[in-house]
């Protein structure tokens, strides 16, 4: 797959995150994006003392929940300067 492949989807992804989440057409996304903060341990600590295991999954969680955040609320000329940087170092 060429790199300029590889940025035009991750821009048509970002573009998809981002109608979702911030379209004042669609209140379910709002709803959505609430939801993934608080399951998405966003707001609150992915510590469980005593369980490491249990801390592993909460952090997890946490990460796809970032994921998720940046892909919404990332400019595009911001995400093709990171993907530009990412697809040189490869």
Known sequence: ?????VIRDKIHLHGAFQRIFDSPENPDGQLVL??????????????????????AMNEGSRRLALSILRHAFTDHARLVEQ???VMKDQ
């Open 1 to 5: 797959m060429k790199v300029v492949d």
């Open 34 to 55: 609430r939801e993934i903060l608080k399951q998405g341990f966003v707001i609150r600590s992915t510590f469980v003392a005593g369980d490491p295991h249990q801390t």
């Open 83 to 85: 993907l530009t940087e």
